[in-house]
């Protein structure tokens, strides 16, 4: 990752092509990838690299990971309770399992900031850190807005978080999910938000910003829920991320209610496009990653992607639970882990998400991770 935070760069077909294959045990692949991923290893005298320990980190919902310029990972997450932002960081993604977690920030008792705060993101951006989440007044706990804090020390694990306040949209509506990316020297926020008049809880909504907290330019909307695997117990598209890769940009989103339902849709944009246009985007009629009967997960979704420590192979990283029953309502029931595992790509350069892996037992205690 550069400074700025912005997204990765396409590497070397031929270098992306050899770190997906070492990488094959890491998800679940077609069995000639399997093969393939076989043989590759076995030509270069090395052993196929070993599956993460899924879950990474229990009852963190919504994670987000960024790897910094100094070689660490940073974690995020909405925590069960709704109350707190939390910071963990190791020099490896198997090492967040273990590594210790501070409270860099707790909720008001009164007014702005005082409930539901929900999926934080961590970004470096010009020298500075910045965390963007969602979150209620405590005395209207369902008029969800999205709000930053800075730290302008180099260890975000120091210095101030400072309220830098609400990111201000359109209207004042429910609002949530952001995340920030640059391409091509342009910052961007996308994020979730309802629309007044429109049928929907949310869609996903872009545009161009002035600073870390503040939009310019007009609001495109990007998807709407339309189809029916969007509209299961809510008509939602929320949680974007975005990957660049192959000429290509690729903003991955959740839809519909928090149950076994959740999943992910994704967009396409060709990267020389106008992505403040709506119709230069693409949308995936189907979603591209569902809960899973055979490996045990279930409502997978709210993803984000990072990349593993040998800087190339794409990792997507995101929240679901071990089984599909859920007593109550499912935003109560605190089990979505964070889980990851390896992205893939298709030959025609689409991302491959494949299903939601099982969970296997930790062999060596997380792999360790602690400063």
Same mark, same amino acid.
């Given at each position: 990752?550069?400074?700025?935070?912005?997204?990765?760069?396409?590497?070397?077909?031929?270098?992306?092509?050899?770190?997906?294959?070492?990488?094959?045990?890491?998800?679940?692949?077609?069995?000639?990838?399997?093969?393939?991923?076989?043989?590759?290893?076995?030509?270069?005298?090395?052993?196929?690299?070993?599956?993460?320990?899924?879950?990474?980190?229990?009852?963190?919902?919504? /994670?987000? #990971? =960024?790897?910094?310029?100094?070689?660490? $990972?940073?974690?995020? &997450?909405?925590? @069960?309770?709704? %109350?707190?932002?939390?910071?963990?960081?190791?020099?490896?993604?198997?090492?967040?399992?273990?590594?210790?977690?501070?409270?860099?920030?707790?909720?008001?008792?009164?007014?702005?900031?005082?409930?539901?705060?929900?999926? /934080?993101? #961590? =970004?470096?951006?010009?020298?500075?850190? $910045?965390?963007?989440? &969602?979150?209620? @007044?405590?005395? %209207?706990?369902?008029?969800?807005?999205?709000?930053?804090?800075?730290?302008?020390?180099?260890?975000?694990?120091?210095?101030?978080?400072?309220?830098?306040?609400?990111?201000?949209?359109?209207?004042?509506?429910?609002?949530?999910?952001?995340?920030?990316?640059?391409?091509?020297?342009?910052?961007?926020?996308?994020?979730?938000?309802?629309?007044?008049?429109?049928?929907?809880?949310?869609?996903?909504?872009?545009?161009?910003?002035?600073?870390?907290?503040?939009?310019?330019?007009?609001?495109?909307?990007?998807?709407?829920?339309?189809?029916?695997?969007?509209?299961?117990?809510?008509?939602?598209?929320?949680?974007?991320?975005?990957?660049?890769?192959?000429?290509?940009?690729?903003?991955?989103?959740?839809?519909?209610?928090?149950?076994?339902?959740?999943?992910?849709?994704?967009?396409?944009?060709?990267?020389?496009?106008?992505?403040?246009?709506?119709?230069?985007?693409?949308?995936?009629?189907?979603?591209?990653?569902?809960?899973?009967?055979?490996?045990?997960?279930?409502?997978?979704?709210?993803?984000?992607?990072?990349?593993?420590?040998?800087?190339?192979?794409?990792?997507?990283?995101?929240?679901?639970?071990?089984?599909?029953?859920?007593?109550?309502?499912?935003?109560?029931?605190?089990?979505?882990?964070?889980?990851?595992?390896?992205?893939?790509?298709?030959?025609?350069?689409?991302?491959?998400?494949?299903?939601?892996?099982?969970?296997?037992?930790?062999?060596?205690?997380?792999?360790?991770?602690?400063?």
């Amino acid at each position: 990752m550069s400074p700025d935070d912005s997204l990765p760069t396409t590497p070397d077909r031929r270098l992306l092509l050899k770190g997906a294959l070492a990488a094959g045990t890491l998800g679940a692949l077609p069995q000639a990838a399997h093969a393939a991923a076989a043989g590759t290893d076995a030509e270069a005298g090395r052993k196929p690299a070993a599956p993460y320990v899924n879950p990474l980190v229990r009852n963190r919902a919504d /994670p987000h #990971i =960024h790897r910094h310029t100094d070689g660490r $990972y940073y974690f995020t &997450a909405t925590s @069960p309770e709704y %109350d707190r932002i939390i910071l963990r960081r190791s020099r490896t993604l198997r090492g967040l399992t273990t590594a210790d977690e501070s409270v860099i920030w707790r909720k008001h008792a009164t007014g702005d900031m005082g409930a539901h705060i929900w999926a /934080p993101e #961590i =970004h470096h951006i010009d020298g500075k850190w $910045y965390i963007y989440f &969602a979150a209620a @007044p405590a005395e %209207d706990v369902w008029a969800i807005r999205i709000w930053v804090l800075e730290n302008a020390h180099r260890d975000p694990f120091k210095g101030t978080w400072v309220e830098k306040g609400q990111v201000k949209t359109a209207w004042e509506t429910f609002s949530l999910d952001a995340t920030t990316f640059t391409h091509r020297g342009t910052r961007y926020l996308a994020w979730a938000q309802h629309e007044p008049g429109m049928d929907n809880n949310t869609a996903i909504w872009l545009s161009e910003m002035a600073d870390p907290v503040t939009l310019r330019g007009p609001q495109v909307r990007l998807t709407t829920p339309e189809y029916d695997w969007e509209c299961i117990g809510f008509k939602v598209n929320e949680g974007a991320a975005v990957i660049k890769r192959n000429g290509r940009l690729f903003m991955s989103y959740s839809a519909s209610a928090t149950d076994h339902n959740y999943c992910l849709g994704l967009l396409t944009i060709d990267a020389d496009a106008d992505l403040m246009n709506p119709a230069n985007w693409s949308k995936s009629p189907v979603p591209v990653f569902t809960s899973n009967d055979t490996t045990g997960q279930y409502g997978p979704g709210h993803n984000s992607f990072t990349v593993a420590e040998d800087g190339r192979t794409d990792v997507l990283v995101y929240h679901a639970r071990q089984y599909k029953e859920i007593t109550g309502d499912p935003l109560n029931d605190p089990n979505r882990h964070t889980r990851v595992q390896r992205l893939g790509w298709k030959r025609d350069g689409t991302p491959d998400f494949g299903v939601p892996v099982a969970d296997a037992p930790a062999a060596d205690g997380g792999g360790g991770g602690r400063e």
